[in-house]
């Protein structure tokens, strides 16, 4: 039980948990059947639950060295070597669960967790770390598109809001381990800019993500919902402190909830 506990807590269950349940109801809403969505849920929980056991297991030494008490691994509840043999069977599920979606949506599902796996292994200390968020983020609406009969492409709105809430949650994810990270010599692009910096960032492009969904639905709710994202932007860079953080929080909620009451308008 303790070590089944220490991978519950090593797999970052809450952004696991959250991508999960967005791209799961995006799906439902875009008119995919139970038993297609079903196998999406499955898809991406395999691929979420690899990308964080992946990053526990790559930053143990890291970890380590900041006396990280909160992660799992240094509180010995489990090995790095367990956590990284769940990383790779979890990685092994998510193949075939992703195929099973058609190729074209598998391989671009696959692409995404590609990429979240590079930004694990080396991607995230330099300057590209912005890089795999987008792509991770980018490729989802078109993992719901091609799996919908005809395997349409996605709306090109769709594809650059999904990515634009990538790098909003890039910045939002790194903001609380700057100082951590500058210590233990990891230097991505959050980093490099300083915590200051990305607070004042990490709504910006969630708004635009908001903007390019609200033009590209046009309907009845994106407007007053774009009127209300700058509002909260504007507030939270105006008072400073955690209220940017907490302004981006307000506005990718608001940014899931157009997909998903738009979910038959994302095909191109």
């Known amino acids: 039980m303790r070590t089944v506990a220490g991978l519950a807590r090593a797999c970052h269950p809450g952004p696991t948990l959250a991508v999960t349940a ?14 297609g969505t079903v196998l999406v849920a499955a898809a991406i929980l395999t691929g979420q ?36 043999a769940a990383a790779f069977a979890a990685l092994a599920l998510c193949v075939p669960l992703s ?58 709105w769709a594809v650059l809001g999904a990515a634009l809430l990538g790098l909003g949650a890039h910045l939002a994810n790194v903001l609380p381990d700057i100082k951590d990270d500058l210590a233990t010599g990891v230097r991505g692009w ?34 007053p919902a774009l009127a209300v994202a700058a509002a909260v932007t504007v507030a939270g860079l105006w008072r400073g402190g955690r209220a940017p953080f907490l302004a981006a929080i307000v506005v990718a909620g608001i940014d899931v909830v157009l997909l998903v009451i738009n979910g038959s308008r994302l095909t191109g």
């Open 99 to 156: 195929l099973a979606s058609g190729p074209l949506a598998g391989l671009a599902h696959l692409l995404g967790v590609g990429a979240a796996w590079a930004y694990d292994l080396g991607l995230k200390a330099t300057v590209l770390s912005w890089l795999p968020y987008m792509i991770g983020f980018g490729v989802l609406p078109a993992f719901v598109t091609l799996g919908l009969p005809g395997r349409p492409w996605p709306a090109w």
């Open 22 to 35: 967005f791209v799961t109801a995006v799906t439902a809403a875009s008119g995919r059947d139970l038993a």
């Open 49 to 84: 639950l690899s990308i964080g056991w992946c990053n526990d297991a790559a930053d143990a030494a890291r970890d380590a060295a900041s006396a990280r008490g909160d992660k799992p691994i240094v509180a010995g509840l489990v090995a790095a070597g367990t956590v990284r």
């Open 190 to 223: 959050p980093q490099r800019l300083g915590p200051a910096r990305v607070a004042a960032l990490v709504p910006l492009p969630l708004l635009a993500a908001t903007a390019l969904i609200s033009f590209g639905v046009y309907g009845a709710a994106s407007w």
